[in-house]
Nanobody, 124 residues
């Protein structure tokens, strides 16, 4: 099970940290990813991190503003979001991938498990 939390309402330029708590499996065996879905749009990749935290991947629109990390001892992945923009408004989902990926875990079908989303609203 994956449980995302930390969403909320923030002004443009502000920061939020999302958390994704995992239970029921060997967290350190899974790559973790964050996706988001804005109203009326398809779900899109945001960031991913390898099982050991060595490799990270980001969509271009968040590079330099968002940081993905993980704490395997706490079975938790994080998405630190800074310099938020109104276009970052979306429901954010975390996901776990139990296998390697040539795409850097950027595709939805790379993932085996999904959590319920957490809403991030950025006001202008």
């Amino acid at each position: 099970q994956l449980q995302a939390s930390g969403g909320g309402l923030v002004q443009a330029g502000g920061s939020l940290r999302l958390s994704c708590a995992a239970s029921g499996g060997t967290f350190s065996s899974y790559a973790m990813g964050w996706f988001r879905q804005a109203p009326g749009k398809d779900r899109e990749f945001v960031a991913a991190i390898s099982w050991n935290g060595v490799l990270t991947y980001y969509v271009d629109s968040v590079k330099g503003r968002f940081t993905i990390s993980r704490d395997n001892a706490k079975n938790t992945a994080y998405l630190q979001m800074s310099s938020l923009k109104p276009e970052d408004t979306a429901v954010y989902y975390c996901a776990a991938a139990g296998r390697s990926s040539r795409s850097g875990w950027t595709r939805m079908d790379d993932y085996d498990y999904w959590g319920l989303g957490t809403l991030v609203t950025v006001s202008s």
